[in-house]
């Protein structure tokens, strides 16, 4: 009988711990894990860097359905411009499901999620330049019909550089020549009449411009002669030396002399005023030296007489 007793107890301890584990198996603990993905380690200044928040090694029997995190970045060096629900989950929003003032983020997504994927898309601008500029996450905590909480925070580090300034060659501007249209000839003037036969050749023609020419040349030289032999008898003036008939010329004299004083130019008549005064000069020289010499032969008689006295 006790053994008996003994049995049905160990059978019942053996029902009860079936029951629990089976009950343990259908109720499985559920996990995930968090991590942030950027495109590039490397940005320039002004860039704008995007910052992917993914969920990863999702092990729930519903699927995780709500996320809750605080982001964490260098705000001397970044900004934040906005972020994007991805694949069906919520966008947060400002001072309503993101706090700006401690970084606190809520999410959730239309459905629940069972595969890795990406929740959240966070886009900043570089600001300032900086070799190690990190972006984190932490308190990560997710829920399907538990609290999932997560105790790693995961982040990335970028590099901001001053954009690098390519210089410039100087580019040489060649001096644009313009263009000359020459104008197509009219009918009128493509029509260029014929040369007829009596038409004299280039060198006849040439030995008859030379030959004008030289008669006229010759000609010039003609009337210049003749000019220059007007010009000198016209300012030659009738000097009447002594001895000459003075009665019988004078009558002419003084013909030539109106006639000739009317042809003289300027410097014939300058001319004429000194021969004249050269004329009269001479007069009175003549007229001294005879005075003198007849003055000298009179008191020589003078005095021979006062000696024979």
Sequence with gaps: MKKIIRLNLIVLVALILVSLCGLKSVYAESSCDAILQIEKSEYKKDDEISVYVR??????????????????????????????????????IPNVTYNKANGKIVTTKNGFAKNDENILKIVFKAINNKDNVKIGLNNISFADSNLIRLTNSPEVTIKIKEPEVVPTEPVEVEPSTPEVTIPEPTE????????????????????????????????????????????????????????ENNTTNSNESKNDDSVSKSKLPQTGEKRIILIVSIFIFIICMIFIIRSCVKYMKNKSIDNNDEEDE
């Design 55 to 92: 969920i990863i090694n999702i092990k729930s029997d519903f699927g995780i359905l709500a996320g809750n995190m605080t982001l964490v970045y260098d705000q001397d060096s970044l900004e934040l411009l906005n972020m994007y629900g991805q694949n069906d989950w919520d966008t947060p």
């Design 188 to 243: 009128t003037e493509t029509n260029i009449p014929e040369q007829s036969e009596t038409t004299t050749s280039k060198p006849e023609q040439n030995n008859i411009i030379n030959t004008t020419t030289n008669n006229i040349i010759e000609s010039e030289q003609n009337e210049t002669d003749v000019k220059e032999d007007e010009n000198t008898q016209s300012t030659i003036y009738p000097v009447l030396t002594s001895g």
